[in-house]
């Protein structure tokens, strides 16, 4: 559905000079800057996946989206998305995809969200029935029926934004790109912002692309992600081998009985590679783990055999630590 090759994007500007006021830009040089946003990306994604595009502020994401959808035109590299070149066919692309930009709205901003609504419907050539039946479904997905006849401008940031993904997937396109679609909505919103993607996705077989910061939409929704950095991608793969590649421990977290001696002095004792005492107190005792050495029950027996314990849970390595990891050392491990 979407083939990505070689992907770069430049932005050139004039160059600052140092001056007494500090720097300074003239129109009359015609020296410029330039910077890469994105430089060499390369992907492909299949009819119907749902994937996270990943990477911190400045690593290409939006830049990417943007050339996907036909808004920007690249320096150099190839495109297609379901068989046309975005900027090239514009028209045409517009018809297929559906884009939300978290921070801005493609809803008119002093009519009620119903008028907007047929107005898309309209742009887009959607007859009675097909419109009708489309808006029917997408009310009752995403609970839009108390403020349909709301002006925009006047809806809460959940409600907007529940108010673009129904403007976005209204005329059924086969693409949607989201960029960072739960931005600032509270903890309601985002969990029925999530619930409509996973919907789309699974019962109408749409292909997404989901930009975002909060990790817990990726882990959520997504199986696959491509993680970028400084315009260039590091990894591309399932969510799950990218915690085994980066975060390969597990750690074993157990509540001791009270009865278990601790406090006189009988620490936890254990001999098991592969696994070490990492924290411990009187009432908790965590271990951590290399599960690809280590066999959970082995070790559970290992403690048991010499303490009581009240309580044991295995914590796996969320995605946010992980991301954390890469971008703090600059690059995926070795």
Known sequence: MIDVESLVKEFHR???FDGPFGGVRTLLTRQHETTRAVDGVTFSIDEGELIGYLGSNGAGKSTTIKMLSG????????VTVAGLVPWEQRERNALQIGVVFGQRTQLWWDLPLGHSLKLIGKLYRMDAARYSRNVDRLVDLLGLEEFLDRPVRQLSLGQRMRGDLAAAMLYEPRVLYLDEPT???DVVAKERTRQFVEEVNRE???TIMLTTHDLADVERLCKRIIFIAQGSVLY???VADLKRRYAPYRQLEITLAPDSGIDGGDPVQLDVPGAEIVAQDAARVVIRF????VAVPDLISAVIASHPVSDISI???DLEGVVRQIVEHGGMPT
């Open 14 to 16: 004039p160059k600052r």
């Open 71 to 78: 808004i920007l035109v690249p320096t150099s590299g190839t």
């Open 183 to 185: 931005v600032g909505l």
């Open 204 to 206: 109408s077989g749409t």
């Open 236 to 238: 591309d793969g399932p």
């Open 290 to 293: 290399d599960p690809e050495l």
């Open 315 to 317: 914590v796996e390595p």
